[in-house]
């Protein structure tokens, strides 16, 4: 009976932790959480007025000593087809296969010395409003960039909302304004982190950007096509990225980049890779291309890449092993 006592104890404490914003995790973990920061705002629709919302993070930072030394910081975005996802979500699975959330890699980076960022930005369902032109000169035109296939996957994610399917030139511009909403909103994000140094105790030179799917494709626009000032790039398998690799794909001056995709994954994403991966190579700049075999779109952090080096780590180690290279 005493020891039941002391676990409700435990759970009450840790549930007014939740409530009141943060988490202070037991020394063990490696971290600690803030949760719901907000770090920007947004344009959305609401009962058909264009408003301002608050734009969210949770913050995981690092309890171990670093004797003054500012902290590496990594950033990571979630996907969901730019229709769904969110702070703290529920994993997507997919056939057979459970994805890693942006919550995974940052319990498996903070521990490590890595203060890591886990954002949401503003989401098709919501009608964003971005502050970027449709036509802007880093861009795409959007109907050569939103396919067949990444309208399907895009409508894929809407079902599994009971939405209807975004279909038409009016479908592709809420989307396209969403993709651009969200690259303004990890670019605010970026902009945060680096006028919070102090408050993190984090080097505003060492910043990396992550996510997967529509957040990889997010992290690949954000960093090529609105220049957001960040030393690495971990796009896991972007899709519709809007950039214009003709455009901004010219240098050895793009950001250090790790591409990871699977064996069985979208079309989306298959048709978009090989485009800028040769932009890249043809450029001479620094990057590397691995792949998770037995994997559809969705994989975990443990999951299996290869490299062309011969190399075989799982995915969250691949990742580790980057930031390494390129932030410590």
Known sequence: MRYSWRILIVLSIFTAALVSGRVSADPVFGYRIDTDVPYGKGLVVSDGALVERDLLLDVYTPVNETNGDARPTVILVHGGGFQRGGLRHPPYKEQGAVHGRMEDYARLLAPQ??????????????????ETALDADWLLPMDVDLTEAGMRRVNYARASLDLPPLEGDAGRTVVWKTILSAAEDLSKAVEFVRSSTDTYNIDPDKIAIGGHSAGAATTINAALGLNAPVAAIFPLSPPVSAIDVTKVVTSDSVTPTLIVISQNDEPAVMEKVPVITEAMREAGADFELVWVPGFPHFYPTGAVSLS????????GDRIVKFLQEQLD
Not at 113 to 130: M, N, Q
Not at 308 to 315: E, I
Request: proline share 12%; glycine share 8%.
């Open 113 to 130: 010395g890595y203060v890591v960022f886990v954002i949401e930005y503003r989401l098709a369902p919501e009608l964003p409003e971005p």
């Open 308 to 315: 062309d080096d011969g190399t075989r780590l799982s995915v």
